[in-house]
């Protein structure tokens, strides 16, 4: 195999905002793998607080090429396996190489991924749209300007319910909630009742990632799901969220790809936890993997490329809400021309 990357500052239409900072351009990196003539392309957008920079994945990809490209490539999961041995604390280029590792088996199938996992693309939830803090007045602005069945709101201010009933004045909308371990237990136990009362689904991280203690208690007394996100990173963190929440938010990027997520997915049921996959603000590209899941999950927040000024492929069709799953081999998306 042949391995490239290019790496891309994809600008947001509005400036993206959660409880731990605000950025203007969604930092990415997009690997391919080349074998016999076919190609396969894998994304990793650079998450601050998850400390692995994009500079960190370019090293260790040059730093591990040789090998990287000289495994004898059968399938994504011997592939994966690999990687993760290979390149140790580095989730997010393990997952870029996974993506394209897929991708590049499913065209040499000749298959999209959904059909090689037998899954029925008819099948899944729609996508929420994302409204990041802001000022309420913007915030309102956003709603009205793209009108949208479900709606995730981030939360972590002085003014959140200030904010979700200025919010509800607007729409019907399907609310979800995300704090991004925003609040304390006493703030959580607070405002959830009045989130209750203005028809919030579902609440995304409301503690600290490591607050189990806090956590256990939360779950024993809230009147909405509630969905570990930074509390659930790896496969070994499903078990653990299973008595503190009642779902969790897969993020490819977090756990390494396609492949862990696939195990992660199957472990939550067995667990009777709700499954969502959730979006890093990628491009096509990643939010492409995260559509071949869809028939498999509860919830699904795959609103990347809706957020972006810029996208890097064709392929994704996303209309009120309803995600069209590709059906070109691998991914199904192609990559723009990119300089």
Not at 183 to 194: D, G, R, S, V
Request: glycine share 8%; net charge negative; hydrophobic share 40%.
């Amino acid at each position: 195999m042949k391995l490239s990357y290019q790496t891309f500052d994809l600008p947001f239409t509005y400036p993206f905002t959660i409880s731990r900072g605000t950025k203007t351009h969604q930092p990415t990196l997009i690997v391919s793998l080349e074998l016999a003539g076919l190609v396969g392309y894998g994304e990793a957008p650079e998450i601050s607080y998850y400390h692995i920079p994009r500079a960190k994945m370019i090293q260790d990809a040059e730093i591990k090429r040789t090998l990287i490209e000289k495994f004898a490539f059968t399938s994504p999961e011997r592939y994966w396996h690999y990687l993760h041995h290979l390149l140790p604390g580095n989730s997010f280029l393990v997952c870029a190489l996974d993506i394209a590792a897929w991708d590049l088996y499913g065209k040499i199938k000749g298959k999209p991924l959904f059909e090689m996992w037998g899954l029925d693309p008819s099948k899944g939830p729609l996508t929420d749209y994302t409204i990041g803090i802001d000022s309420i007045g913007k915030m309102v602005a956003k709603i009205r300007e793209k009108p949208w069945p479900i709606y995730k709101i981030k939360l972590g201010t002085l003014q959140d319910i200030e904010i979700m009933r200025a919010l509800r004045s607007e729409t019907d909308a399907v609310f979800r909630v995300d704090a991004n371990a925003g609040w304390t237990l006493e703030e959580a136990l607070a405002i959830i009742p009045q989130l209750k009362e203005l028809g919030v689904e579902l609440i995304e991280q409301p503690l600290a990632r490591d607050a189990w203690d806090d956590m256990k208690l939360l779950f024993r007394e809230s009147s909405i799901p509630l969905f570990a996100d930074e509390s659930c990173v790896r496969e070994e963190d499903v078990k653990k969220c299973s008595d503190c929440f009642h779902g969790i938010n897969i993020k490819l990027t977090k756990c390494g790809g396609l492949t862990p997520a696939k195990r992660m997915i199957s472990q939550a049921k067995t667990l009777n936890l709700q499954v969502m996959v959730g979006s890093m603000n990628e491009s096509s590209i990643g939010s492409a993997a995260i559509a071949h899941l869809l028939p498999e999950l509860d919830h699904v927040d795959m609103d990347g490329p809706l957020l972006l000024q810029e996208d890097l492929a064709t392929g994704i069709e996303i209309s009120h809400g309803k995600v069209q799953i590709p059906r070109a081999p691998g991914l199904g998306i192609q990559p723009k021309e990119w300089k």
